[in-house]
């Protein structure tokens, strides 16, 4: 069956509508045939410059705008729901077509994890030498970004400088390692890492800034 030129509300197939129900799972690569598709054409691209690792946002330069029309196009297409918190953590080809497969297969996100991904943090960066009350404090959701944010905050502070992260006393073991996982790089350039639980609600550190 020959492919067309794929763009949102247009058909996928000669005669196939965009949006349909599927009658059983939907083959992981005709979903990710159908993605590449999609973003290599709202991107203005060749879809051979597509592969699971390409970062939509650094390798294709896609913005926000970019963002919003390639999820409107994959829900018509895959007649799913690409919740926003999803959307604000994916940063590759296949981190979209994971979630494309595991919305059109289930209805729900890969792993069901998006909020355990997303779990709040306090964190402080410290440079070396530098006083505890003028550290730095920021609180937000630990998403790809934010993680991408406070590691550059870290390294932008030196060699020597300190990186604190305390998360809800009720987080599991298993969330503060894979914390000190998604940090561990920074060891390497000197930066030391402590990341804790808080020992009981409404003890916080003291900061000058947010």
């Known amino acids: 069956m020959s492919r067309v030129t794929v763009r949102a509300g247009q058909d ?25 598709a999609l973003v290599a054409d709202l991107l203005g691209i060749d879809v051979d410059q597509l592969s ?36 604000d953590r994916v940063r590759t080809c296949g981190e979209l077509i994971d979630g494309a497969v595991a919305l059109a297969r289930t209805g729900r996100e890969p792993n069901a994890k998006g909020v355990e ?17 003028w550290t730095v404090e920021r609180v937000l959701l630990l998403t790809p970004y934010a993680v ?26 298993e969330t503060l390692a894979r914390l000190r996982r998604q940090f561990a790089r920074l060891g390497e350039r000197g930066v030391h890492l402590d990341v804790r639980g808080e020992r009981s609600a409404g003890q916080h ?4 800034a947010a």
Not at 22 to 27: L, Q, W
Not at 71 to 87: C, M
Not at 205 to 208: E, F, G, L, N, V
């Open 12 to 36: 996928l197939e000669p005669g196939m509508p965009a949006r349909s129900v599927h009658a059983g799972p939907v083959a992981l690569p005709t979903i990710e045939a159908r993605v590449f």
């Open 52 to 87: 699971r690792e390409v970062s939509v946002v650094e390798d294709l330069a896609a913005d926000s705008l970019d963002l919003a029309e390639i999820a409107v196009a994959i829900e018509s297409a895959l007649d799913v729901t690409l919740p926003q918190r999803f959307l």
């Open 117 to 133: 991904d997303e779990v709040p943090v306090r964190a402080w960066v410290t440079p070396a030498g530098v006083p505890t009350p």
């Open 148 to 173: 991408e944010t406070l590691t550059a905050d870290a390294l932008g502070a030196g060699v020597g400088a300190r990186l604190e992260l305390t998360v809800g006393a009720e987080a599991s073991e």
């Open 205 to 208: 550190r003291p900061s000058a």
